[in-house]
């Protein structure tokens, strides 16, 4: 046998460079794109429809699905896309991906891309090296693109000669000939090629050099192409592992709807390829045998993935109650989404300007539980109970940080359009509204960092430190619930503003009072120098949570008073 050990490191290799310039490319296309992307997936994916458009658009663009699956994932667990949008823009993604075999099958047997490959880095590396993050971008893109074509025909020179290697061509043959047996068998071979792989791509462009090479059949080929299409769904399953409930639940849709898409593909196998054949052949004209099976198998992989769409595309309710029965919402976990905005068409200013007051409102309720969780944290025990608190606190602070973005957005687009002065005034107190509650958040998670770091020191805090901290933090939770009745509160409806700012009061004087008495208590070694800084360091950041909550009150009565103007 020809094909030494040596041969296989350099189909490894090649292999490694056509993954590494997908990888390049598509990273350099999302920088490129940015906001660009996550605002297309939150305001086009208003119905099915335009969900599906959308996920073709960015995956054709990004040249990956397993890039647009993670991205769709970790909105949902951000809360800025529904399980039901990010189902129609996964479906959608499937059949962007098709747009790579295309690009292979036209170019890189037709034409030999990798002589303008060094040609291309010439101009894409004074590109690379350049300040601006945007050229910089298009010259990763230009990499990237050479790199994998440079890879594909490494690919194809380094595959090996059947016809020179009788013993791998009787190996290869012996699991072709087993009918239907095969194509199950190569079903399973692609799932799995592509899970280790983690990119349909590249094994996409394996089969076609395997088709093109006559090492198997456009078939078996076919049965590949599916078994790449349940694969690839392990991406998304993997990014979905640290999400939440809803995060998990969207990666499986994936996985359940290209399951299914299999099982009837399979079930019509002969007619599905028998199909194909015919089209290339006879309506595109394509009939000489090295180029015809790329063309088929490109075919193939597109037909597949439209004609499960149209047959799901109206079953997206049912795929998504199955996944919600398969994974079931924990009481622990929390639906982070926006519920009065959506991403679709701004409604009438006041409409508009009302949705987000009622947004802010809820975001105001979400900081309160995540103080309350800090509370909680104070007092946990066991290190698993407590890493798990802890990391819902983390999870919170970056959902503050979406919710403040999201509806500051929100805003800045309702006052581009036609609005009275009042109205303009009263988005401005909203801003400072949303921009305080996230302060607040950032306290909190402060005040998570502080206890997990005294809790890794060997000391405790004496019994009348924590009867102090529990003070304080009990004149914060009220503040802060005072604040949401400020935030929530109608027209019609009578609260006392100055009952914030008297806590307010109450907490500075706390803090002030516990400030003296920590540096008599130290002097006196009542506790230790380092435990005095954790406790202040609580009680600090309590005191600027406090203020950040009179901030909040008093853009909020700003903006009641605007209103009522």
Request: hydrophobic share 45%; proline share 1%.
């Amino acid at each position: 046998m020809e094909y030494s050990f040596y041969d296989l490191l350099k189909l490894l290799g090649s292999l490694a460079l056509f993954l590494y310039g997908m990888k390049i490319m598509s990273e350099g296309l999302q920088k490129f794109a940015g906001d660009r992307l996550r605002k297309i997936l939150t305001v086009m994916t208003t119905n099915r429809v335009t969900g599906v458009l959308t996920g073709m658009l960015i995956t054709a663009l990004v040249q990956s699905s397993s890039a647009t699956t993670v991205m769709v994932v970790s909105f949902v667990n951000a809360g800025l896309l529904t399980l039901s949008q990010s189902i129609s823009v996964i479906m959608g993604a499937n059949i962007g991906t098709t747009v790579t075999a295309w690009i292979i099958s036209a170019l890189g047997f037709q034409v030999d891309i990798s002589a303008f490959a060094l040609p291309l880095l010439a101009f894409g590396i004074p590109l690379l090296f350049s300040q601006r993050s945007s050229r910089k971008s298009v010259g990763e893109f230009i990499f990237g693109f050479s790199f994998l074509f440079m890879g594909l025909a490494m690919l194809q020179a380094n595959a090996p000669n059947l016809e020179k290697n009788p013993e791998m061509l009787a190996f290869v043959q012996e699991y072709t000939d087993m009918g239907f047996g095969s194509v199950l068998l190569f079903v399973l071979i692609g799932t799995v090629l592509t899970m280790i792989v983690q990119a349909s791509s590249a094994t996409m462009a394996i089969t076609l050099i395997m088709c093109a090479n006559g090492w198997i059949s456009f078939e078996l080929g076919a049965a590949l192409v599916l078994g790449e299409n349940i694969g690839t769904t392990i991406t998304a399953n993997l990014a979905a592992l640290t999400g939440n409930t809803q995060a998990r639940r969207a990666a499986l849709a994936h996985l359940v709807f290209n399951v299914f898409g299999v099982i009837w593909v399979l079930c019509v196998f002969p007619f599905f390829t028998g199909g194909v054949s015919w089209f290339v052949e006879n309506v595109m004209g394509v009939t000489e045998m090295s180029v015809a099976v790329p063309f088929k198998l490109s075919a193939f992989h597109t037909a597949f993935n439209v004609c499960n769409v149209l047959v799901l595309i109206w079953f997206v309710k049912f795929i998504e109650r199955t996944v919600c029965v398969i994974i079931p919402q924990k009481e622990q976990d929390e639906e982070y989404r926006l519920r009065f905005i959506t991403g679709g068409m701004l409604s009438t200013s006041e409409l508009s300007i009302l949705q987000a007051s009622k947004e802010i409102h809820l975001f105001a309720e979400r900081i309160q539980r995540m103080f309350g969780m800090v509370r909680d944290l104070l007092h946990t025990e066991k290190d698993d109970d407590f890493n798990k608190l802890f990391s819902r606190v983390e999870k919170y602070e970056n959902i503050s940080d979406s919710m403040e973005l999201e509806i500051a957005n929100y805003l800045n687009q309702v006052s581009e359009g036609r609005l009275s002065s009042e109205s303009k005034l009263q988005i401005r107190g909203m801003l400072r509204e949303v921009t305080e509650i996230e302060s607040i958040g950032d306290s909190c998670y402060n005040l998570a960092r502080t206890i997990s770091r005294k809790r890794q020191s060997s000391e405790e805090f004496t019994e009348g430190q924590y009867e102090h901290i529990h003070t304080m933090m009990k004149l914060v939770d009220d503040a802060l619930l005072q604040m949401i009745a400020v935030v929530e509160r109608t027209e019609h409806q009578q609260v006392d503003v100055n009952r914030s700012f008297n806590l307010e009061n109450e907490i500075n004087n706390y803090r002030n009072q516990l400030k003296n008495q920590n540096i008599v208590d130290v002097n006196n070694k009542a506790y230790s120098y380092q435990m005095g800084v954790y406790y202040m360091d609580i009680i600090a950041e309590c005191e600027k949570l406090g203020d950040y909550v009179v901030n909040v009150v008093e853009a909020s009565s700003d903006v009641k008073e605007k209103k009522s103007a």
